[in-house]
């Protein structure tokens, strides 16, 4: 993505911002509060289209970027917070994520209805071994609002990675999660990238310093830093824009500790 701009309104959410996640890489995006790296990431799943800028991606220039035809294009995103279907069963939620595979039409496709009971069984396999790599192959039988949030999130996860995209975009991954869970995720997200390049949007800083080669720091709508990860923290401009931040740090923390009284569900 080159040149990004992006107004809502009068308000300019992203102002000449240019990001290119390499091959087999893991680019963090970070930033306080109101940066603007939603919006990026809504630009970059075809959410959200920029006022001006150019997206390009295996070489070709995307000029409508459609959130439909990302799958097709090898890309897969999990959102903030879940978003799984709570009338289908943890499986049948990891199978839509799968039917790029398929060979069934758009609509049935679209619902998950293989054409044959070959392409149904195949798709069934390629799904539960997603949900086992994700430690969450016994939950296959159970409705999404029965689980805790973090297997949730695992199973949000499975839906995205059974498709096997070139480029995963993570939102806030680790949002909810204890550090335990947050450690898992970071080692997760290190085992995917021989397979594929992960775009992540975090605000946790340790996990961002752990698992991302290269950083793109916002602030404001704006790029203030950009590097490895080393090269990001020694960054002056990076530690003001946080200090302002702290706060907000804070307050999520408090959230944390109050268990599971504000974690949305599925
Ligand atoms: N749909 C929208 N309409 C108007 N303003 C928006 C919209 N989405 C985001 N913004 C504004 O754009 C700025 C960047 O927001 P966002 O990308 O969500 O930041 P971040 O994810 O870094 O917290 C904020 O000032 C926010 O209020
Ligand atoms: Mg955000």
């Known amino acids: 993505m080159t040149g990004i701009n992006v107004a809502f309104g009068g308000v300019l959410a992203l102002t000449d911002v240019s990001v290119t996640v390499e091959p087999g890489q893991v680019h963090g995006l970070i930033g306080p509060n109101g940066a603007g790296k939603t919006t990026l990431f809504n630009v970059a799943c075809g959410l959200v289209r920029p006022t001006s800028g150019r997206i390009v991606w295996r070489g070709e220039e995307m000029r409508r970027l459609?959130?439909?035809?990302?799958?097709?294009?090898?890309?897969?995103?999990?959102?903030?917070?879940?978003?799984?279907?709570?009338?289908m069963t943890v499986l049948?939620?990891?199978?839509?994520?799968?039917?790029?595979?398929?060979?069934?039409?758009?609509?049935?496709?679209?619902?998950?209805?293989?054409?044959?009971?070959?392409?149904?069984?195949?798709?069934?396999?390629?799904a539960m071994r997603a949900l086992t790599e994700l430690n969450a192959g016994h939950y296959a039988g159970r409705y999404p609002g029965s689980l805790p949030y973090p297997v949730q999130k695992r199973v949000a996860l499975a839906r995205a990675l059974v498709a096997e995209p070139e480029l995963l975009l993570l939102d806030e991954p680790a949002s909810g999660l204890s550090e335990d869970e947050m450690h898992e995720l970071g080692e997760l997200i290190?085992?995917?990238?021989?397979?594929?390049?992960?775009?992540?949007?975090?605000?946790?800083?340790?996990?961002?310093?752990?698992?991302?080669?290269?950083?793109?720091?916002?602030?404001?709508?704006?790029?203030?830093?950009?590097?490895?990860?080393?090269?990001?923290?020694?960054?002056?401009?990076?530690?003001?824009?946080y200090l302002g931040d702290a706060v907000d740090a804070e307050a999520d923390a408090a959230e944390l500790t109050h268990a599971d009284g504000g974690r949305p569900h599925a």
């Open 66 to 87: 459609k959130p439909s035809k990302l799958t097709s294009l090898g890309i897969a995103r999990t959102l903030q917070g879940v978003g799984l279907f709570p009338g």
């Open 92 to 126: 049948e939620n990891v199978m839509v994520g799968a039917h790029r595979h398929a060979h069934a039409g758009f609509g049935s496709a679209l619902l998950a209805l293989p054409t044959s009971d070959k392409d149904e069984r195949l798709l069934r396999e390629r």
């Open 190 to 241: 290190r085992s995917v990238v021989g397979r594929m390049s992960v775009l992540l949007v975090e605000h946790h800083m340790d996990l961002v310093m752990r698992v991302c080669d290269r950083i793109t720091v916002l602030d404001s709508g704006k790029q203030i830093a950009a590097g490895t990860p080393a090269e990001v923290q020694a960054d002056p401009a990076v530690t003001e824009a």
